[in-house]
Every structure is written in structure tokens, then in C-alpha cells.
């Protein structure tokens, strides 16, 4: 699985990213997590190389945006839950991309 994350500068996620990480390894889930500002999240979706998009609760104001380019290249689109972000809850939006991704 390959998921994506947007924030701001893309610095503010890098936590996140690695709890995400450390859950997925302790669920035995193959994943690659990354993520990039919002001045990049355009090409990334272009690229098409995520799976799913989650935003920052910073950036949600881009979602319906950043959803219709996201169903151009079949990449489901959500922001994550500012309570999780907040608490950098790795499992919890782990989670959430799981269920994008699967259609859930």
C-alpha cells in the first residue's frame, strides 16, 4: 500500500508518518508513507503513485479539489480526523487509509 500524506509544508506530518509506519510493521502490512506540501500534492497525484490521499487538517480546505483530481486517477481522497492528527494516532489513520483503499 502506498499512502500519501498532505500538509501545509509536508514537515508538520513527518511524525505521523512514522507512528503509521511502526503500526503498519506491527500489523505486518506492507506500506509506504510519505508526505509533501501542498504545493506538491498536485504532482503527486499526477504521478499516481499513492494508493490513497489523506489531508492534514490544516490543508481540508483543498479536499473537494484535490478529490475530483484524486477520482481522475481512481486515488480515493479524505482528510484525516483532526483528533488524530492532533495526537499523531499512526493506528487510527492508518486505519482510515486502509479503508479508502478498499473501498470501505
Not at 504521478?47 to 484535490?66: C, H, I, N, T, Y
Not at 484524486?70 to 489513520?93: A, F, R
Request: aromatic content about 2%; some cysteine; hydrophobic content about 40%.
Amino acid at each position: 500500500m502506498k499512502i500519501l500524506l498532505c500538509c501545509s509544508a509536508g514537515m508538520s506530518t513527518s511524525l505521523l508518518v512514522s507512528k503509521m509506519e511502526k503500526s503498519a510493521q506491527a500489523q505486518g502490512h506492507d506500506c509506504t508513507i510519505w508526505a509533501v506540501g501542498s504545493t506538491e500534492v498536485q504532482e503527486q497525484i499526477e504521478k499516481a503513485e499513492a494508493d490513497v490521499l489523506l489531508l492534514g487538517p490544516q490543508v481540508r480546505f483543498m479536499l473537494s479539489q484535490l478529490k475530483a483530481a484524486g477520482e481522475k486517477k481512481g486515488i480515493p481522497v479524505d482528510s484525516i480526523n483532526p483528533m488524530h492528527y492532533g495526537l499523531c494516532n499512526g493506528e487510527e489513520v492508518l486505519k482510515q487509509a486502509i479503508k479508502l483503499i478498499k473501498g470501505e
